[in-house]
């Protein structure tokens, strides 16, 4: 089992342009979950979702920022007409769905926007 | 709403010498605490949750409801514990963690 992997692990982009990160879970997990690492921070919830569904998106930025996770194929975390203060790390992390707290992360993937 | 407290942004430690790494909380209902680590150059993983109750590489943590905390401990730290270690906390049974901003743990030969 491969784990979460993210691609791609850095991206570069300036602004008002669009960033699109990918993130396919551990086999058998359905359950995917975006974080946001800005400098000096923690990692902040982002986004919840399973199959061809959006189930939190509470820490998800009102603009700009959309998810999709579709039945066939990754996780996408879309980023439109980015921003400086879009320059951070973003983690996927999946799960089987089981409660348990246990989540499994990726590398990372790392945005900077000119 | 959930918040989770690391005071200590980077910690050192001799090798042999105890560990404790802070972790206090605030939040209603029933949470649940873990602590995630992250070795360099690895990805985040899970390194103990407190419904466990179990002991992983050495380390422990105890729930204490009253201080809202979640401490982790060790003993005797090992060069190998040199990490990045994150608190963390969720709803009993849901999987959306709330992290905290993370301690640097450097032990010391």
């Known amino acids: 089992n491969a784990g979460v992997m993210q691609n791609p692990r850095h991206l570069v982009r300036r602004r008002g342009q669009e960033a699109r990160l990918r993130c396919s879970p551990m086999k058998g997990h359905s359950h995917v979950y975006w974080y946001r690492q800005l400098p000096e921070e923690g990692l902040k919830f982002m986004v919840y979702l399973q199959k061809e569904n959006i189930i939190d998106e509470s820490g998800m930025p009102k603009e700009r920022f959309s998810a999709e996770f579709p039945k066939e194929g990754p996780s996408i975390l879309r980023i439109q007409q980015v921003v400086r203060g879009d320059s951070a790390a973003y983690f996927c992390?999946?799960?089987?769905?089981?409660?348990?707290?246990?989540?499994?992360f990726g590398e990372g993937s790392r945005l900077t926007v000119l | 709403a959930q918040r989770v407290t690391q005071p200590e942004k980077l910690l050192s430690v001799f090798k042999g010498a105890p560990v404790e790494l802070k972790c206090n909380y605030s939040?209603?209902?029933?949470?649940?605490l873990f602590w995630y680590v992250q070795y360099s150059r690895q990805r985040l993983q899970l390194l103990l949750r407190h419904i466990s109750r179990e002991s992983i590489k050495g380390f422990t943590a105890d729930l204490n409801k009253g201080e809202t905390s979640f401490h982790l401990k060790k003993p005797f730290a090992q060069e190998e514990d040199s990490a990045m270690y994150y608190c963390?906390?969720?709803?009993?049974?849901?999987?959306?963690?709330?992290f905290g901003t993370g301690t640097r743990l450097t032990i010391i030969p």
């Open positions: 939040y209603s209902g029933s949470p649940e």
């Open positions: 992390a999946s799960s089987p769905g089981k409660g348990t707290g246990e989540l499994f």
């Open positions: 963390a906390i969720s709803n009993f049974g849901n999987e959306k963690l709330t």
